[in-house]
């Protein structure tokens, strides 16, 4: 990824960032706020020698300075712990292993310098363990370099600085927790926003789409909750993004295939819920208001949608003239307001791929042919079953509908390796559920709910026509 790619990833997930960050934020603040304060409290001690000359002080120092070390290791023994526990009144009132635990030594670099410093929820407290951890460290060193049958020790620790009580707490620290928490925070949240693109397959922009196939981008179909709700020709008649992208597509739509003035395409999509009816319906609509002469047939013979949205007769349609019960021309019905011929489904039929395969249907692909500019045929997705592809092969192109942010790059890849698979060809995409401000699992639906019974009594039926 270059730098621009991860400020585009930015741009992209900030809700996510900003929420990783809020959460660190405020779970540093709660910990700060939950933290019990402690208070420090130090000692020094000075470690020197009694040297008889210049040259003896030299030596030392040196000298010194190499115990001082050595007596640094000695402050979390459980022996002086013991006496530094006797000292503030007996191990029973004071725990040596707490006392280990609350007292910590160093060496000043360069010196000889050894500060103590003790920690507790009482600065008071505080003060008297490293108090009395310098007296009794103090003390050790006297005891451990008296040569014996000797009064005085080679080497003495003394102390130079008592411990005081301190009135401002060494911890929490809200600025740098807060701090800490915001910075961390950010490089995390920008880490997943980074590590979600990167997992991310779907199909979001012209680029993703490119990396899965050569054919055009014929248009960026925007959300618009309120034009689902109006009769198609009169939503599409509006002066809105929504009318105007498809009037965008019927445009480009126009550069498709120029070598046949009489031109039929499949509409269909990879998956379910991704648009392709509601693509298939609004094309054909724009079409005819344009002055073409458009048929729109009805080919999902599994679940058809297109007569419910038009609100026409969907006892009579595509397997009716299939089965030679009606005429082409008893079929076809007119949606109002517009010139738009409808070809609906009929009868829903027990063999719905051995009849789009048929002779009978090469014959009505090729009657429609004859009597219109453009005939768009709305056939099932592409992976849960081989309908659309069957019906691509007879046709002179077929148009894939995506839909933004959920169509993965597989699914629409294998959705076009099925086109292929019977030399025909994808003539362009239409992103669908585009974000407004722009223009633009392999569970292979079988959740789609394919049966052989009609589903008009389903209560959720419109909200499904409005997503097919």
Known sequence: MELKDYWQTIRRRWKLIVVVFL??????????????????????????????????ALAGNTFATQRASSYVDLVPTRQLADRVANDLGGAAANDPQSLRSAISAQVVPETVNIVLTATDPDPTRARD?????????????????????????????????????????????????????????????????????????????????????????????????????????????????WAEAFRVLRTNMQYVDVDHERRVFVVSSSLPAEGKSTTAVNLAITLSMA??????????????????????DEAVGTTSVLIGKVSLDDALQTYDGTDLSVLACGQLPPNPSELLQSQAMEVLIKD???????????????????????????????????????????????????????????????VNLAPA????????????????????????????????
Request: aromatic share 4%; hydrophobic share 40%; charged share 20%.
């Open 23 to 56: 959460l660190f934020v405020a779970g540093a603040g709660v910990l700060t706020w939950q933290a019990t304060p402690q208070y420090a409290s130090s000692a020094r001690i000075f470690v020197s020698t009694t040297p008889a000359d210049t040259s003896d």
């Open 129 to 241: 363990i490293a108090q009395a951890y310098a007296e009794a460290l103090s003390d050790l060193v006297a005891d451990l370099e008296t040569p014996p049958g000797k009064r005085d020790a080679v080497i003495t620790a003394s102390i130079v600085d008592n411990a005081q009580v301190t009135s401002s707490p060494v911890s929490p620290q809200p600025v740098r927790n807060i701090g800490l928490g915001a910075l961390l925070g950010l490089v995390l949240g920008i880490g997943l926003a980074v590590l979600r693109d990167l997992m991310d397959t779907s199909l979001s922009s012209s680029d993703d789409i490119g990396l899965v196939t050569s054919a055009p981008i014929l248009g960026h179909i925007n959300s618009d909750p309120s034009a689902v709700k109006k009769a198609p020709a009169v939503a599409l008649a509006e002066s809105t993004p």
């Open 291 to 312: 002055g073409e002469r458009v048929a729109l047939v009805e080919c999902d013979l599994r679940r058809p949608l297109i007569a419910r949205r038009l609100g026409l």
């Open 368 to 430: 429609l042919r004859e009597r219109f500019d453009v005939v768009i045929l709305d056939a099932p997705p592409l992976l849960p079953v081989t309908d659309a592809a069957l019906l691509s092969a007879q046709a002179d192109g077929m148009l894939a509908v995506v839909r933004h942010g959920k169509t993965t790059r597989d699914q629409l890849r294998h959705a076009l390796e099925r086109v292929e698979q019977v030399d025909a060809k994808c003539v362009g995409v239409v």
């Open 437 to 468: 401000k722009k223009s633009a699992g392999y569970g292979y639906g079988y959740g789609y709910g394919y049966s052989y019974a009609p589903t008009a009594t389903d209560p959720g039926k419109r909200g499904n026509d409005r997503r097919a």
